[in-house]
């Protein structure tokens, strides 16, 4: 059974940082993607950024691009996403969600984590 668990969320005063976890277990992690997906109150739901477990190939969101950085530690089955210079436009609900590949506009069409609240505001 695959399970997908998020932590690391908070809150944070803009400009601030945070680093998100996500520990994947009951799937052969080398043979897919990871990314994170965010919902926000009122919006559409966005692709943040993903990860190919194989060959480590990524994909940011233009809004998150130079600010975001995904990384994967197969060893440990777990995928981070460190976020610097965070705005109040990156408060959300991030998911964690598995997939085949990791393409642009990533929507995770595999297994969910059950997220976790980024709050950015001073």
């Known amino acids: 059974q695959v399970q997908i668990v998020e932590s690391g969320g908070g809150l944070v005063q803009p400009g601030g940082s945070l680093r998100l976890s996500c520990a994947a277990s009951?799937?052969?992690?080398?043979?897919?993607?990871i990314g994170w997906v965010r919902q926000a109150p009122g919006k559409e739901r966005e692709g943040v950024s993903c990860?190919?477990?194989?060959?480590?190939?990524?994909f940011y969101a233009d809004s998150v691009k130079g600010r975001f950085t995904i990384s994967r530690d197969n060893a440990k089955n777990t995928v981070y996403l460190q976020m610097n210079s965070l705005k109040p436009e990156d408060t959300a609900v991030y998911y964690c969600?598995?997939?085949?590949?990791?393409?642009?506009?990533?929507?995770?069409?595999?297994?969910w984590g059950q997220g976790t609240q980024v709050t950015v505001s001073s």
């Open positions: 009951g799937l052969t992690l080398d043979s897919y993607a």
């Open positions: 990860i190919s477990i194989s060959d480590g190939s990524t």
């Open positions: 969600a598995t997939d085949s590949d990791c393409y642009s506009d990533y929507s995770g069409r595999g297994d």
